[in-house]
């Protein structure tokens, strides 16, 4: 049987007979178990372009990273870190708006042409940089310059026009709608005496 004292040391003696000589021989073995602390793991999770430190060293990359410690006993402790690096997104939009419209980005409405940026957070706690390139098109124009007689009328899109004036009207485009201006003159007309 064992005896073991307070430390933990465990003795084992055992009598043997040699095989050769026939004489006993004694080995006595003493044996101290030294326990280790039970295997820990800590997951964290860090955005692209920041670090983690675990043991000593700043990781970067997504993995498995372990390390043995020694715990307030002196014994052994291994830790495990599960280290996930999560990407930051940088993203462009590209849109064109008419002029008169504007563009609703990150809760702002912009009409002017230019770049405009937004830093939002994704799903997963890292920051995304979003970059609006926004074109704001001019509006087409037109001009048109017409003569009636009295008697007569003008169709102006539709709209039927006898009186001498400039009109306005909107004509809806695939891009952008058009503005058309119509000078309209009214002559008398020709009477013989």
Excluded at 91 to 106: A, V
Excluded at 126 to 132: A, F, K, P, R
Excluded at 155 to 183: K, Q, R, S, W
Aim: aromatic content about 8%; charged content about 15%.
């Amino acid at each position: 049987f064992p005896s073991h004292d307070k430390s933990g040391l465990q003795t084992f003696e055992q009598t043997l007979q040699s095989a050769r000589t026939g004489c006993d021989s004694t080995v006595i073995l003493n044996l101290k178990v030294i326990r280790t602390s039970s295997a820990n793991t800590v997951s964290e999770t860090i955005c692209s372009g920041e670090s983690y430190n675990f043991g000593g060293i700043n990781y970067t990359v997504s993995g498995e990273y372990v390390d043995s410690l020694l715990d307030v006993s002196g014994n052994d402790s291994i830790v495990t870190l599960n280290l996930t690096v999560n990407p930051i997104y940088n993203d462009t939009i590209t849109h064109s708006i008419c002029s008169g419209e504007s563009y609703l980005f990150n809760g702002n409405n912009y009409n002017v042409s230019g770049f405009y940026t937004a830093k939002l957070k994704t799903v997963l706690g890292c920051d995304s940089i979003v970059t609006l390139n926004l074109s704001v098109k001019p509006l087409n124009t037109k001009t048109i310059n017409a003569e009636i007689y009295a008697n007569k009328t003008y169709n102006f899109y539709g709209t039927i026009l006898n009186t001498a004036n400039t009109y306005i009207d909107t004509i809806p485009g695939v891009e952008c709608d058009t503005i058309v201006t119509l000078n309209l003159t009214v002559n008398p007309l020709n009477t013989l005496s």
